[in-house]
Every structure is written in structure tokens, then in C-alpha cells.
């Protein structure tokens, strides 16, 4: 979908649809009004009629209104004066949108910036509405033999500011949210495929094709530098699968030379059936989103290079599969990590932290400013958190609040769960240096407890992405998340330098 940026009245716009917002007392935003106004009271009395309520996310098509100069006008229901906050605004727009997706128009002026949404700035409304928008557009229809050519696909969306003077900002929030939802795009993309087709070795082109044409670099590892590595647990899950493992190794060398690089890890199991300790078959095959850590890392590289933002990221993805197999690891046996530590494997299903902690101690060569870690990790954070949140975990508060505070003015919520020593001693081993997993209590924290052994030497944040990475049932589809959490977390950085 294409974006542009205008300041002009709603009633002087020659296109498809102009979008306008009302409140449910029947008042009218400004462009609202200034519709009814040029259309001799056409929507005031419609509205007075009650055709049209003003309900959060109610949507009503007018046509041919009068004096105007568009083909039609598109009313959104804001809901309560008082209760337009960010999720409000978010919904309206998704509305919006998938209304003028189910009309014939393939273009419309959006006028939805005018309402005010408390605490938040025009920038943060442009940058919304072009995320929103592109989420609520987003079908993956890659693997279906024909596509629907009946639909007339909204194409473009022309967004407003209220002044002329509001224009470059407008413009530049415009950009940024059109590169943030690019990379939320490449990472629900990536996700959605099955892992049939998204293989390791899928997700290594992946990268490779992002550097071409970007300022990037991308570096694969295989399986014999892996092993010349160490990294005895990564390579311990690979082994039960015949697609061979890769460590995929991302620059983004925007920043000044020297300057210590953020480093994002992110955990690339293309399909997790469990391995010995097998999973159930309900649902498993929902076990292809275990990249979605991948994906996210891919989605931010996407943005970045787009941004051109200021800054050095380096980001790793080790990525494998996590089978049954005459050669896969089972419960009981011990391997040793690149880190030199012995780690004691009790259940093959908990591989997500077997593979991230050789990335991890992988990591401490970039001589990080920080590390953040993204996975899939545990099903107790979706016990925990449900869908709404993605789990925070860090062994430095400064930084878990800046990924806080980037996941509030995001609308990529995460909140933080407790990394006290107490829950270290749920790992210990009778034969090893740990065990991999902590029972059932706190499986959340124990995980994470887990990955901090090997993420001593540098600030390390760790985001559970199970709840949020995708969702279930009817509207099955990954998220994109925290794709925008994590540019924000990024901006943010670049703003405080
Ligand atoms: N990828 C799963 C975590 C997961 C499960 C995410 C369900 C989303 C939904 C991970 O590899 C896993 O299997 N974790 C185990 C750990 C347990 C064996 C300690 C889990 O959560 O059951
Ligand atoms: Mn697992
Ligand atoms: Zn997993």
C-alpha cells in the first residue's frame, strides 16, 4: 500500500473516499463537520437519524454527498469522547480501513488525525495509522494456487495534518512507520510459511537477500564452523534433523565507527515437534512460529536499513529444527556449551534455550552495549501474560525500562517478570552444570534464569514472544511482534546519543 501526506479540506479532495470521524454524542471532528457543512447538513441529519451511532469502530459508506468532490464519504464511530486513547484510535483506524478494503475504492483521504488522542502527538497518530493500516490490509496468500482477483484492493492511502507547518514532521512520521511495517510485514511473512518451506537454510537466503540492495551484512555460519566454535548445545538439537543448522550473523553499521552495537538474538527453531520428549499432535503444527524470534530480528534489519538509522546493530539468529530422530538428543544426556559449561538436557522440548545460549555467549565478541534476546520460549508465558504482552526479563533495569516504555508507545505492550537468584537453584543438576529446565513452577522466569548464565559479561534483556508472536483459531496468523517495539527500543537510543 502506498502513503502520502497532504494538509487540505476533506470537502475539496477529488478521490475514491474521504474517512471522517464522529463521536458517540453525535460531534463531529472538525473534518466532519466541515463535510457537513459544504454538504448543506447531509451528514448531521443522518446522523440524527441514527443510521450512525458514533460506536467505537462503527462504519457507515455515504454516497454521491452533496457539493462534495469525492466519490464517497466513510463515517467512523470514535466511541466516547473521553475514552480516545491509543487503543481507541488504533481500532477506528483498522475499521476504517477494512471497511474501504470491502468497498470499490482503491484510494481514499483519511481524516482521522484530527481527534485528539490523549498523550500523544500528530506524529505518533500519522505513525499508527500507517501501521495499523498496513496490518489490517496484510493476507498471506503465498501458498494458495490462485489468487482472489475479484477483490479491488485498497491501494493508497493519502493521511492528513491539520497545518502546512506540520507537514515535514508529518512526512517523516509517515516514513517511519511505512519502514516499521515493512519489517512487520517480512516478519509475518516469513513466519506464516510452513516449515517445509522455511527451513534454516530459507531463513539464511532470507538474510542474504535483505544485505543485497540494503547496507547490510550478512554472514552464514554452517555446521563446520559451528563446530570449530563449540557450540556443543545449538549443534546437540540440530543433530536429530536432516536440514542442516546455520548461525546467521546480521551488521547494521549505521552508527559512528567504534560505537559498541546492540546486539538482537533471535531463536530460529523452524519447526519445534519437541523432539524425544515429543510434543501432543493438537495444535503442533502451530510449532512452524517457532522462528518468529528469527523473523522479528529479520523484520527490524528490514527497518533499519530503510530508516538508515544512526546506529549499530548486529543481529544473530541461530536456526535449526527440533525433531525426533535415531540421532536426536534424548532425555538425560549432557552436552557441553561454547561457553564450557555442561548442561544437563531433561526434556529435548526445551531447545529454544539450548540454541540461544551459544548465540549468547556467540554474542560477547561484538563487545555489545546491550544484548535483547526475542524467542518463543515458553508456553508458561502464555499462561502467564496471555496474548497481550510479551515477558520481560533483564539483568539490568535500566535497560528492561527503555524496552518497557518502547513497548507503551508502541501499542507492543511487554511486562517484566522477576529474575531473582532464588529461581536459579530450580536448574541444578545432580550430573551437569545445569539442567534445562527448572519444573513446572515459574517456567517463564527458570528459562530465562537459564539464558542469563550465559549472558553474564554485557546488559541482556530476554523477550518471551509465545503469547504474542502469532495468534490461534479462526484468524491464525503471525503478528509482527515486537517488531515495533524493538525499532522504537532502537529510535530511542539513537534520540538519547
Ligand atoms: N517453543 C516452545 C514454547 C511454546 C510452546 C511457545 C507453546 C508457544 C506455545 C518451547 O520450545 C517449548 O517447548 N518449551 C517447553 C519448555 C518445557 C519443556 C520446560 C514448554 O513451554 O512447554
Ligand atoms: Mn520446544
Ligand atoms: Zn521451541
Redesign the pocket.
Same mark, same amino acid.
Given at each position: 500500500m502506498e502513503f502520502s501526506i497532504k494538509s487540505g479540506s476533506p470537502e475539496k479532495q477529488r478521490t475514491a473516499c474521504v474517512v471522517v470521524g464522529v463521536f458517540e454524542n453525535r460531534k463531529q471532528t472538525l473534518p466532519c463537520e466541515l463535510m457537513d457543512r459544504t454538504s448543506g447538513s447531509y451528514i448531521s441529519d443522518i446522523l440524527r437519524r441514527g443510521d450512525m451511532d458514533g460506536k467505537l469502530g462503527s462504519t457507515l459508506i455515504l454516497h454521491n454527498v452533496p457539493n462534495t468532490l469525492c466519490d464517497r464519504v466513510l463515517l467512523v464511530g470514535l466511541g466516547k469522547e473521553r475514552d480516545f486513547k491509543d487503543k481507541a484510535f488504533r481500532q477506528v483506524v483498522a475499521s476504517a480501513v477494512k471497511a474501504l478494503d470491502s468497498t470499490g475504492a482503491t484510494e481514499a483521504a483519511i481524516y482521522l488525525t484530527e481527534a485528539p488522542v490523549k498523550r500523544r502527538e500528530m506524529e505518533w497518530k500519522i505513525e499508527q495509522t500507517v501501521t495499523v493500516a498496513m496490518e489490517s490490509v496484510y493476507r498471506f496468500e503465498q501458498m494458495k494456487s490462485k489468487q482472489d482477483e475479484s477483490r479491488r484492493p485498497l491501494r493508497k492511502l493519502v493521511l492528513n495534518v491539520t497545518r502546512r507547518n506540520e507537514l515535514a514532521q508529518g512526512e517523516a512520521a509517515m516514513a517511519r512507520g511505512m519502514a516499521i511495517a515493512e519489517g512487520v510485514s517480512l516478519a509475518k511473512n516469513l513466519a506464516n510459511l510452513p516449515g517445509n518451506i522455511c527451513t534454516p537454510a530459507y531463513l539464511a537466503e532470507q538474510a542474504q537477500a535483505l544485505a543485497v540492495g540494503n547496507k547490510l551484512r550478512v554472514e552464514v555460519l554452517e555446521q563446520a564452523q559451528l563446530e570449530a566454535l563449540k557450540m556443543g548445545s545449538f549443534l546437540s538439537v540440530a543433530k536429530g534433523s536432516r536440514q542442516p543448522p546455520k548461525l546467521i550473523v546480521l551488521e547494521h553499521a549505521g552508527g559512528p565507527k567504534g560505537q559498541k552495537p546492540v546486539v538482537l538474538v533471535g531463536k530460529g527453531?523452524t519447526f #519445534?515437534a $519437541?523432539g524425544i520428549?515429543l510434543?501432543p499432535a493438537a495444535e503442533m503444527d502451530?510449532?512452524k512460529y #517457532?522462528m518468529c524470534g528469527a523473523a522479528s530480528v529479520l523484520g527490524v534489519f528490514k527497518a533499519l536499513a530503510q530508516l538508515e538509522l544512526p546506529i549499530n546493530v548486529v543481529g544473530i539468529i541461530p536456526a535449526c529444527e +527440533?525433531l525426533p530422530d535415531g540421532n536426536a538428543n534424548k532425555p538425560g544426556d549432557i552436552v557441553t556449551s561454547m561457553s564450557g559449561q555442561t548442561i544437563e538436557i531433561l +526434556?529435548t #522440548? /526445551?531447545? @529454544?534455550r539450548l540454541i540461544l545460549c551459544d548465540a549468547l555467549t556467540y554474542a560477547s565478541r561484538f563487545e555489545p552495549a546491550a544484548v535483547v534476546d526475542i524467542a518463543?520460549?515458553? @508456553? /508458561?508465558c502464555?499462561i502467564a501474560l496471555g496474548h497481550q504482552a510479551s515477558g520481560l526479563l533483564s539483568n539490568h533495569d535500566a535497560l528492561a525500562r527503555e524496552l518497557l516504555h518502547a513497548g507503551d508507545e508502541t501499542c507492543d505492550r511487554a511486562w517484566q517478570l522477576p529474575l531473582w537468584d532464588e529461581y536459579q537453584e530450580q536448574l541444578k543438576s545432580n550430573f551437569a552444570d545445569m539442567a534445562n529446565?527448572g519444573g513446572r513452577a515459574g $517456567?517463564t522466569i527458570t /528459562?530465562a534464569c537459564f539464558l542469563s548464565k550465559f549472558a553474564k559479561d554485557y546488559d541482556w534483556a530476554h523477550l518471551d514472544i /509465545? $503469547?504474542t508472536a502469532w495468534k490461534s483459531g479462526k484468524d491464525k496468523g503471525a503478528t509482527g511482534r515486537p517488531v515495533h517495539l524493538l525499532v522504537q527500543f532502537l529510535m530511542g537510543r539513537v534520540q538519547k546519543s
Open positions: 527453531i #519445534d $519437541g520428549s510434543k502451530e510449532m #517457532d +527440533n +526434556n #522440548d /526445551a531447545e @529454544g518463543t520460549l515458553t @508456553g /508458561a502464555v529446565i $517456567g /528459562a /509465545a $503469547g
